[in-house]
């Protein structure tokens, strides 16, 4: 990757700096990317007339949303235009619709985050609501250490029409594996919660059902590129310990989050073997969340 130091520091990134706890090198790193010819064909993509939709993929704690939020300040300080940013996340199904996606399907589908626990239809019509721009447009926010939809009094309220919008989360731009890939559990959690299969094969029909067609809307796909599923369960405890010091009695302990990053083991491994052919943009990472490389990846084909 081609080095260009920084030249000075702007008013909006040290704002940025320092309302994300930052130390100066994140903006470095992340200019001297953007410098790169790679990164510089990148930013153009994102920068044409819009309304654009960028995907940016990672595993848990890789560094999505922080990504996410320097380009959307980067955006509308450099453009002046309006960049929205949403989190998968903050499109999961409420707590009392998971428990009845446990009672209905399986008991490992009232933990959030896979695929078939998110509204899907709340995605589409938001998104398609900010690509249709006519009016304000509500964004859903989901409280994790309640592990619920915040109440539709507090949502989001989007009054101009975005040129860009973000859609950051672990499972963007992923593809469903195949059913033979399904036949053996990988991890305990599986072994012992999914002998037969049902859940994985559950998650699997949904992504491949829903996913894809939202996948396939965006214009941009970006991989936040992680060295192994290994680190994950460490960048996991790292949020944990962040959300804790908010609520620290719904802080889930190591064992716990060992156990709750179980549920995304599969794909997670299965997406960090693909997405270099399926993403526009992969900045891989070290086990520190530093940019080791950036490169090209390959025009993404989904079938819907």
């Known amino acids: 990757m081609a080095q260009g130091p920084l030249q000075g520091i702007l008013p909006w990134q040290a704002d940025f700096i320092a ?12 200019e001297t990317v953007f410098a790169d010819r790679v990164g510089q064909e990148a930013m153009h993509r994102i920068g ?3 309304p654009i939709l960028l995907g940016i993929y990672g595993a848990q704690g890789s560094g999505k949303s922080t990504l ?30 998971r428990q009845q996606l446990a009672l209905e399907v399986h008991p490992l589908l009232r933990t959030r985050g896979v695929p078939g626990t998110h509204d899907i239809v709340l995605l589409k019509t938001t998104l398609d609501r900010l690509a249709h721009f006519t009016g304000p447009v509500s964004i859903p926010r989901f409280d994790k250490l309640a592990d619920d939809r ?9 009054t101009s029409a975005p040129s860009l919008v973000i859609l950051e989360g672990w499972c963007v731009g992923i593809l469903p594996q195949g059913s033979a890939d399904l036949t053996e559990p990988c991890n305990h959690l599986e072994r012992i919660e999914d002998p037969a299969g049902d859940w994985r094969q ?7 059902r ?3 067609s939202i996948w396939d809307q965006l214009d941009e796909l970006w991989a936040l590129l992680a060295p192994g599923f290994e680190v ?15 609520r620290p009695e719904a802080m889930m302990t190591p064992q716990e989050v060992a156990r709750f990053i179980q549920h995304y083991e599969r794909l997670t491994r299965s997406s960090l073997n693909s997405m270099p052919n399926l993403a526009d943009l992969c900045l891989r990472l070290d086990s520190q969340r530093a940019i080791t490389e950036v490169t090209e990846g390959k025009r993404r084909f989904y079938e819907c």
Request: glycine residues 4%; aromatic residues 12%.
């Open 150 to 158: 915040v109440p539709e009094t507090q949502f989001d309220i989007v």
């Open 19 to 30: 309302t994300h706890k930052l130390p100066f090198e994140y903006v470095l790193q992340i």
């Open 48 to 50: 044409a007339e819009g």
């Open 68 to 97: 996410a939020a320097y380009l959307a300040k980067r955006h509308e300080s450099l453009s002046s235009g309006c960049c929205v940013v949403l989190s998968i996340d903050d499109f999961y199904l409420t707590r009392a619709q």
């Open 232 to 246: 994950v369960s460490e960048w996991r405890l790292e949020q944990e310990v962040r959300l804790g010091a908010q």
């Open 202 to 208: 559950f998650v699997n029909t949904s992504l491949e």
């Open 210 to 212: 829903d996913y894809l």
